[in-house]
């Protein structure tokens, strides 16, 4: 994995919030979508990858969106991931959520 790669994620309450934020994220930065998870009721986090100004610039966006039509629970962006931690957001469960995610976009 590149040094300059970064993984950003953001975690709200709410799936209106959720989806603003990510909206943001990826029209703001060149930034990859790696993975949605529902962390309890209620609350759910996105994350994405790419260099380390284009996560800290979705990051920021995605929290403004969030913020705007939501609760922000909390956010945080990892320059340089560990191979170990990174490999976590391209397992079987996150190819589940990115299926899912074609699905709704009309592209599967």
Do not use: F, N, W
């Not at 994220?25 to 284009?54: F, N, Q």
């Amino acid at each position: 994995m590149s040094s300059d790669i970064a993984i950003g994620i953001v975690e709200t309450r709410g799936i209106v919030a959720l989806s603003a934020g990510i909206e943001a994220m990826i029209k703001t930065a060149d930034v990859r979508c790696v993975g949605v998870e529902r962390v309890t009721s209620g609350y759910l986090a996105v994350a994405v990858r790419g260099t380390l100004a284009a996560v800290r610039q979705a990051v920021s966006a995605g929290e403004a969106a969030v913020r705007a039509h939501g609760e922000l629970r909390s956010s945080q962006v990892y320059p340089k991931p560990h191979p170990t931690t990174a490999a976590l957001l391209d397992g079987p469960e996150t190819a589940r959520i990115r299926e899912v995610m074609a699905a709704l976009r009309g592209e599967g």
